[in-house]
């Protein structure tokens, strides 16, 4: 394999080996290509502006740079702007590692040679690049060899790599679409590694659900610090993407003044429930309920409970939806079934037969610790919180906010997020 640092500074000869200047940097095209093609070298020659070769008119790149046409034959390469310069754009620089899921930076980049062209086929992000940058890895490796070990390589796949380019718009939302499509705790995790002006750039591209999704996952003064550089009005529309439970948290955390502006550019529904739950005690039942939970009205039958559920919105909010809840026309729970005896319930059955109509429920002003105590005593994924005068359901608090109590913040997210909230 053949590295740019094996390429960058030598003498470039034409046809006849004659000198033609210095290889500055080598530009590569069509990105989205798990090989993307070298397309041009850009030279210098003694201080004078940057010319550009095609890579069609380069017989060789190692181990010297020979062109196929004499220098009087030489056909400038002009660029479009689509292309890549690796030295330039790339090598010491943040990319992320898609596949290990991790911010590295570029130490030196792969180049090998695909039937007559030069493509890009990955990056080494490991001391071995920066070894033979400096020129000393063969007297390394011939070291190590003689203590009966081995020089690691640390090579990335091209088509494993999203090059974070904040000058670069166009290039970086090609690594914004690699990069969402990772888990939102890995992306939050990435935007906490990257430098502060590329997460920036990063984060504006960034789709409101996907942004939401990563914010969920991140440490409170990550989230913070994400909200604090978006526009007001793409604050509050990535707020409306978040759980309730989840934006009142983020929200209970910054100033009072950003806190209300906020909330008044939220769409009056959404600003409604998260004020609903600001108003609790931190450590309560309704302040770590979500008001989004499965339900359905009294008095269905099984199957037509699961086609009531299908067009639900309340249910859609739902992520995981362990237990499905029955309320009647003000709210008043009258039953909760789990979603596993609605599935297998005879579809004609009436849904009272399944459900259990005494579930055990808590006050919103209930104590997070004793919430804690009673899921785990009794077995539960999600227990309801319903108001002590009316009966009405509030919302539900889940496993996975119960514990928050017994484990700590930094902890909790770090562990499956099995369930909704």
Same mark, same amino acid.
């Given at each position: 394999?053949?590295y740019?640092s @094996?390429?960058q !500074?030598?003498k470039?000869?034409?046809?006849?080996?004659?000198?033609?200047?210095r290889?500055?940097?080598?530009?590569?095209?069509?990105?989205?290509q798990?090989f993307p093609?070298?397309?041009?070298?850009?030279?210098?020659?003694?201080g004078?502006?940057a @010319?550009?070769?095609s890579?069609e008119?380069?017989?060789e790149?190692f181990?010297s740079?020979?062109?196929k046409?004499?220098?009087e034959?030489?056909?400038?390469?002009?660029?479009r !702007?689509?292309?890549?310069?690796?030295a330039g754009r790339?090598l *010491?620089?943040?990319i992320?590692d898609?596949?290990?899921r991790?911010?590295v930076?570029?130490n030196?980049?792969?180049i090998?040679?695909?039937e007559?062209?030069f493509?890009?086929?990955?990056?080494?992000v490991g001391?071995?690049?920066?070894?033979?940058?400096? $020129?000393?890895?063969?007297?390394v490796h011939a070291l190590?060899r003689?203590l009966?070990r081995r020089?690691?390589?640390?090579?990335?796949?091209?088509e494993?790599v999203?090059?974070?380019?904040h %000058?670069?718009?166009?290039?970086l939302r090609?690594?914004?679409?690699k990069i969402?499509?990772?888990?939102a705790?890995?992306?939050?995790?990435i935007?906490?590694d990257?430098d502060r002006r590329t997460?920036?750039a990063?984060l504006?591209?960034?789709?409101?659900e996907? +942004?939401a *999704?990563?914010?969920?996952?991140?440490?409170? %003064?990550?989230q913070a610090?994400?909200l604090?550089?978006?526009?007001?009005?793409?604050?509050?529309?990535?707020l409306?993407?978040m759980g309730?439970?989840?934006? #009142?948290d983020l929200?209970?955390?910054l100033p009072?003044e950003?806190s209300?502006?906020?909330?008044?550019l939220? %769409?009056d529904?959404? #600003?409604?429930?998260?004020?609903?739950?600001?108003?609790y005690?931190?450590d309560?039942a $309704?302040?770590?309920?979500?008001?989004e939970?499965?339900?359905?009205?009294t $008095?269905l039958?099984?199957?037509?409970a699961?086609?009531?559920l299908?067009?639900?919105? *309340?249910a859609?909010?739902?992520?995981?939806?362990?237990?499905v809840?029955i309320?009647d026309g %003000?709210?008043r729970?009258r039953g909760?079934?789990?979603?596993?005896?609605?599935?297998?319930?005879?579809?004609?059955?009436?849904l #009272?037969?399944? #459900?259990?109509?005494?579930?055990?429920t808590v006050a919103p002003?209930?104590?997070q610790e004793?919430?804690a105590y009673l899921?785990a005593k009794?077995d539960?994924?999600a227990?309801?919180?319903v108001?002590?005068?009316?009966?009405?359901?509030? $919302?539900?608090?889940?496993?996975d *906010?119960?514990?928050?109590?017994? +484990?700590?913040t930094?902890w909790?997210?770090?562990?499956?997020?099995?369930y909704?909230?």
């Amino acid at each position: 394999m053949l590295y740019l640092s @094996q390429v960058q !500074g030598r003498k470039v000869w034409d046809a006849w080996s004659r000198p033609v200047g210095r290889c500055a940097d080598i530009l590569v095209g069509n990105l989205e290509q798990p090989f993307p093609p070298v397309v041009a070298l850009a030279l210098k020659d003694h201080g004078a502006p940057a @010319q550009f070769i095609s890579a069609e008119q380069v017989s060789e790149l190692f181990p010297s740079i020979v062109l196929k046409v004499p220098k009087e034959n030489i056909r400038p390469y002009t660029p479009r !702007g689509d292309e890549l310069p690796l030295a330039g754009r790339v090598l *010491d620089r943040q990319i992320v590692d898609t596949e290990g899921r991790r911010v590295v930076r570029v130490n030196d980049l792969q180049i090998m040679r695909v039937e007559d062209r030069f493509c890009l086929s990955g990056v080494d992000v490991g001391g071995r690049g920066l070894l033979r940058r400096l $020129g000393v890895e063969r007297p390394v490796h011939a070291l190590v060899r003689r203590l009966h070990r081995r020089l690691p390589e640390s090579i990335i796949p091209w088509e494993d790599v999203a090059p974070l380019q904040h %000058e670069d718009p166009l290039r970086l939302r090609i690594s914004r679409e690699k990069i969402s499509k990772l888990p939102a705790a890995d992306i939050a995790a990435i935007l906490n590694d990257l430098d502060r002006r590329t997460s920036h750039a990063l984060l504006a591209q960034f789709d409101d659900e996907t +942004l939401a *999704d990563a914010l969920e996952e991140s440490p409170p %003064e990550v989230q913070a610090a994400m909200l604090s550089h978006l526009t007001p009005e793409r604050a509050a529309d990535v707020l409306e993407e978040m759980g309730p439970d989840e934006a #009142a948290d983020l929200l209970a955390d910054l100033p009072a003044e950003a806190s209300a502006r906020l909330l008044e550019l939220m %769409e009056d529904e959404d #600003a409604e429930d998260v004020q609903a739950l600001l108003g609790y005690p931190e450590d309560s039942a $309704g302040g770590i309920m979500t008001t989004e939970f499965a339900w359905v009205p009294t $008095g269905l039958r099984a199957a037509e409970a699961l086609e009531y559920l299908r067009n639900s919105p *309340d249910a859609q909010d739902d992520e995981v939806m362990p237990y499905v809840y029955i309320l009647d026309g %003000e709210r008043r729970l009258r039953g909760v079934v789990s979603l596993r005896d609605l599935v297998m319930a005879p579809p004609d059955q009436p849904l #009272a037969q399944r #459900a259990d109509e005494s579930p055990l429920t808590v006050a919103p002003l209930t104590s997070q610790e004793d919430v804690a105590y009673l899921m785990a005593k009794y077995d539960l994924l999600a227990v309801p919180v319903v108001d002590s005068q009316t009966n009405e359901m509030l $919302g539900i608090v889940t496993v996975d *906010d119960a514990i928050d109590t017994v +484990l700590p913040t930094a902890w909790k997210k770090r562990l499956p997020r099995l369930y909704g909230g």
